[in-house]
């Protein structure tokens, strides 16, 4: 060990050795020099170097000589270049005025060159000044700009800073999908350049965005990374997070053993090097794993000392949980008062954090101005006056040739004139005829399409009484064999206990298809009126959620109520159908270990109902399917049956309260179904 830190050390002190050589190297050879562009090339070299060494007062003084000498020269690459390090330098002083000015200067320059690189450059450092400021879509449109640039030269570096802009930009502005795709993008280019630091934050960061997804399996793969790729004397901090993280990500799916593993080790670590936002979510995480174990007592403790740590550090995340974890253990000890005071202090607490999130664009009150060109910068007046020169004379030449266009124009239009008079006539009798076809083809259209509707509905009608008959009869075959078994004493005690549930799933299955039928054969009759009230959206999903509870555990799924108290105006029976349908939907396609998520929020005045999955997802062809009056359906996940009529009728009750239901699905990622309804009578 001993021996590889002599080593860097050697070679940290032979990089510095040998970039002093070079710039005493430039320097020397830049005072040998005569006063051309050759010395402005010798002296950007001197000023990039000592950029890149960080002595950005010296590199000042040379950038003001070089702008100085390429004015007097009319070297515009020059002009470009010097004005583009003087604001890189601006740019780490933090100096975002001067920093804007000076690349908004060298990109004029660029642009008049045709230097496509070069403007590529410059639009990327204002992307990330702009991305620094809050302003993300003004960084946004930048670096995006540049990308294509970068791309087609294969410019990794640059590639590598612009990637890490859009995806932080794209991150600050609630697009996750969007940060997750550049974070990955930036990781591929570090990894080409093998940059260990860079590396290290882009699998951070992909690990976070997949746990916010709720892609907890990916998140632990990527986290497992991180640790491997840490290095025990200079990453101990970041490693006091990631321990935590891992733990709390195998707690989603109750692997015990496995979190425990991690969440003890972090907390170890954490103590040892006095990190106490580590100590902190280890001892939250150690503490829901406690309750869920029913190691109440334990989980108190802990609880207590987070609290007192999130409340001297004030992290604000980290003590939300904290209130969640409180009022879940005094309502498991009956302290129903105290947990009550919790989950106040847990929506206070989530609201004011909702707010904080919000991106917070800045207003701009005084925009940065661009100094005009001043005349030591014109190097193209000469050029410009001969132009005008030569403009003069073909000016001279194009008034000739206006005169003799001008009366070729009139006889022209002479001719055209009376053609025009002479067809209007038949133009008007021809346009009358092409309204008339249009009527008749339209009357055509709607005849082809009210016998296409009736064709569908008798089409429905046969497939709906085909799978119908199909499910009763094979429910009510079951039941009815096993009256029978009853009848003639053909089973004993234990054989009955074990196909009880069974005869329970069949006459469920049953139930559910006749209320499905009844609710469809009821709007196809038209006979569904609402009758709409304001009622608790909350008490709906916890009635429904009571229903699935056996279920539930059977599938060992991982069921979590988010949701909140808000009120909706709607048909109360109505909706709960529709919820029903959903949260039932969401078990049947759920796997052993997968999670379902109930929730509502606000979305523009209207309340906004989530029930989300991580099970099978949907391809691209069925969501096509799902809502149209067909009867599509698929087996569960357990070879559970359905009916095909369960969304139909959800969408039909939805828009019959003034609401909105849509899907968003992934294969083998998961499904999303949302349900917009008003929260007041919406204005007649």
């Known amino acids: 060990m001993k021996q590889l830190i002599t080593l860097a050390v050697l070679c940290s002190s032979f990089f510095c050795l040998s970039q002093t050589n070079e710039i005493d190297s430039l320097t020397v050879h830049l005072s040998f020099q005569s006063q051309d562009s050759s010395k402005v090339d010798t002296s950007l070299r001197l000023v990039k170097a000592l950029y890149e060494a960080k002595s950005y007062k010296k590199a000042l003084i040379y950038i003001e000589n070089t702008e100085r000498l390429s004015q007097l020269l009319n070297h515009a690459k020059g002009i470009a270049d010097v004005n583009y390090y003087k604001a890189l330098i ?51 449109e930048n670096s995006l700009s540049a990308i294509q640039t970068f791309e087609s030269r294969n410019l990794k570096d640059e590639l590598s800073s612009a990637y890490n802009n859009l995806a932080e930009a794209y991150y600050n502005t609630n697009q996750v999908d969007k940060s997750l795709e550049f974070n990955i993008k930036a990781l591929n280019v570090r990894e080409q350049l093998r940059d260990s630091i860079g590396i290290k934050t882009s699998t951070r960061n992909i690990a976070l965005l997949y746990s916010e997804r709720k892609e907890h399996r990916k998140a632990i793969e990527y986290y497992e990374k991180v640790l491997k790729l840490l ?150 007046a000469i050029a410009i006056k001969q132009k005008e020169a030569e403009n003069e004379i073909m000016f001279k030449k194009l008034k000739a040739i206006s005169y003799v266009l001008g009366a070729a124009f009139l006889i022209v239009s002479t001719i055209l004139l009376l053609i025009y008079l002479k067809r209007k006539n038949t133009l008007k009798f021809n346009r009358e005829l092409q309204e008339k076809n249009k009527q008749i083809e339209k009357q055509n259209e709607e005849f082809a399409l009210q016998t296409k509707h009736l064709e569908e509905v008798n ?54 298809l006749l209320y499905n039928l009844l609710n469809w054969s009821k709007s196809q009759m038209q006979n569904l009126e609402p009758k709409p009230e304001l009622f608790n959206i909350q008490d709906v999903f916890k009635n429904k959620i009571s229903l699935v509870e056996q279920k539930v555990e059977q599938k060992r ?30 078990v049947k396609f759920t796997r052993v270990g997968d999670v379902i998520t109930v929730s509502n929020s606000d979305l523009n005045g209207n309340s906004l109902i989530c029930v989300e999955d991580t099970g099978v997802g949907i391809s691209k062809e069925n969501i096509d399917k799902l809502f149209k009056n067909g009867t599509f359906t698929t087996r569960g996940t357990s070879n559970e049956k359905g009916t095909g009529l369960g969304l139909t009728i959800c969408k039909e009750l939805v828009e019959l309260n003034n609401g909105r239901i849509w899907v968003e699905s992934t294969p083998n990622v998961g499904t999303k179904f949302y349900v917009e309804l008003p929260k007041i009578k919406p204005a007649e």
């Open 231 to 380: 290095n025990p004397s200079t990453d101990q901090k970041l490693k006091g997070e990631i321990l935590p993280r891992i733990g709390a990500e195998y707690l989603r799916f109750k692997d015990y053993d496995k979190a425990a593993e991690y969440l003890v080790e972090g907390l170890k670590f954490n103590r040892k090097n006095n990190n106490d936002d580590g100590v902190l979510r280890a001892l939250n995480a150690i503490a829901d794993l406690n309750i869920q174990q029913e190691k109440v007592r334990l989980a108190e403790i802990q609880v207590n000392e987070a609290y007192e740590i999130a409340t001297r550090i004030n992290n604000k995340p980290e003590l939300l949980k904290n209130y969640k974890l409180h009022k879940e253990i005094d309502s498991i000890n009956g302290k129903f008062q105290n947990a009550f005071f919790w989950q106040g202090k847990y929506f206070n607490l989530k609201s004011e954090l909702d707010k904080e999130n919000q991106p917070i664009v800045p207003v701009i009150t005084k925009p940065i101005e661009v100094e005009p060109l001043d005349a030591n910068e014109d190097f193209n």
């Open 90 to 140: 601006y740019a780490q002083k933090d100096d975002y005025y001067n920093a804007i000015d000076g690349y908004n200067r060298s990109r004029r320059y660029y642009s008049q060159l045709g230097d496509t690189l070069g403007i590529a450059k410059v639009n990327n450092s204002i992307g990330l000044i702009e991305i620094k400021r809050g302003n993300y879509s003004v960084g946004l």
């Open 557 to 586: 799924i991982v069921l979590i109520d988010e949701s909140h108290r808000d009120f909706v105006y709607a048909d109360k029976s109505m909706i709960e159908i529709v919820i029903q349908n959903l949260i039932t939907n969401a």
């Open 459 to 512: 089409s429905v009608k046969d497939r709906l009484f085909s799978i119908v008959s199909h499910d009763l009869k094979d429910s009510i075959s079951s039941i009815k064999g096993f009256i029978d078994l009853l009848k003639e004493d053909g089973i004993s005690r234990e054989e009955f206990y074990d196909l009880v549930p069974e005869l329970s799933e069949n006459a469920d299955s049953a139930s559910q």
